[in-house]
């Protein structure tokens, strides 16, 4: 090859104390003086025919690890969108799952994507016991199709799934998982009565004129019906600015309101006795309360039904103590990330950011490590 002059290039390059770097280099060019084929000296951090350096997309790609908007990132070191996209792909070429391996305790849960799913809910996939996410399916009536990739020896080594009261869920757990048992999470038991306590209150204050003050109590005091009664205030009186300004206790609260409505008030003593029977573990106590002949209102009767089919999942999950109270707080972690990306329009790019937020998801770590190998250039 003999020398064939100089290419002048321009390289971004990281930030020196809020300044933007761009190296100038002057390129040596080659040519063969056989088939007149011509190259360029290659330039150490910078990969061929790219004009921003390896160590500004190494910080991108440290960058997407926090909540921080792509908008920002790009503003911050003056690269492009698709220029974030490639350099986290770059560190991570591939996320294919290990196939082959499932943890002993799994918990997935829905939460809403929008059009990346038939029925707008995408489903996440978390190990119960190390709180540490997995994966992310797309669409949640895909489950079966997912977690058909791995083997049966992978699936069969899978001892208890933690889900909601989502009917679909059990005929795939125990397709799939021949060997797991299903716990029922108690969070989404005590939803079922919460919602229709509520529902049945709503539908009690809209028989009152919207100026009386039956109207107003039970619109302005809804929490404290809904709350644990054994978290209610029973000593301490403060003025009520819809009980003409009587000093009154919660609990005093709450009985003059459950007094406005017999079916409020045994609604109410079912919606208590569940969560009393979920907090201290009682089986037996359970049972009873689900199997009283007591009259409940419609919209407490379908939730004791809805209840009653998962009463040996629930006992489960007081043998087993998992919840889906970690994946539930990772799904708050998703709206942020949705929220910040102003909707994402692509699913793997979706599913690539949620799984490198997360720290401790193999992804995390794997990306982690791909973007370690000279820190120095990244501080």
């Excluded at 084929?37 to 921003?52: F, G």
């Excluded at 918990?107 to 994966?135: N, P, T």
């Excluded at 009463?311 to 970690?326: C, R, V």
């Excluded at 979706?350 to 990244?378: C, D, G, P």
């Amino acid at each position: 090859m003999n020398k064939n002059g100089f290419k002048a290039v321009s390289i971004l390059h990281n930030h020196t104390s809020e300044h933007v770097n761009v190296l100038n280099i002057r390129k040596q060019k080659y040519i063969c003086p056989k088939c007149k084929k011509t190259s360029l000296a290659a330039v150490e951090d910078v990969r061929p025919n790219d004009h921003i350096s390896l160590a500004v997309k190494r910080a991108v790609a440290v960058e997407l690890t926090e909540t921080l908007t792509a908008k920002y990132i790009a503003k911050t070191y003056n690269v492009s969108f698709n220029s974030i996209q490639r350099a986290s792909k770059l560190w991570f070429q591939t996320n294919q799952s290990r196939f082959s391996w499932l943890p002993q305790h799994i918990a997935f849960d829905d939460f809403k994507s929008g059009s990346f799913a038939k029925a707008g809910m995408s489903v996440i996939v978390v190990d119960i016991l190390r709180h540490r996410l997995l994966d992310v399916i797309k669409d949640r009536t895909n489950i079966v199709g997912y977690f058909s990739q791995y083997n049966i020896e992978a699936r069969r080594a899978v001892k208890t799934v933690t889900v909601d009261l989502f009917t679909p869920y059990r005929k795939a757990i125990h397709e799939l998982f021949p060997k797991a048992v299903i716990i029922a999470d108690r969070f989404h038991v005590v939803t079922q009565a919460y919602q229709a306590l509520n529902t049945l209150r709503i539908k009690v204050m809209k028989q009152f004129k919207t100026d009386s003050p039956e109207y107003r109590q039970l619109k302005r005091f809804h929490r404290l019906i809904l709350k644990d009664s054994n978290d209610l205030n029973y000593e301490t009186r403060t003025k009520r600015i819809n009980y003409r300004y009587a000093y009154l206790s919660d609990s005093e609260v709450v009985d003059r309101i459950l007094a406005l409505s017999p079916e409020l008030r045994v609604a109410y003593e079912f919606y208590q006795d569940i969560i009393y029977a979920l907090k201290q573990r009682a089986g037996a106590y359970l049972a009873n309360v689900l199997h009283d002949d007591t009259n409940l209102p419609p919209q407490m009767m379908k939730a004791r039904r809805a209840i009653q089919k998962v009463y040996t999942e629930i006992l489960n999950s007081f043998k087993y103590d998992f919840s889906n109270g970690p994946v539930e707080g990772m799904n708050n972690k998703i709206k942020v990330i949705k929220r910040i990306g102003y909707d994402f329009r692509n699913f793997e790019n979706f599913r690539q950011r949620i799984l490198i937020a997360f720290k401790n998801s193999f992804f995390a770590m794997n990306y982690k490590k791909a973007t370690s190998s000279n820190l120095e250039l990244v501080a």
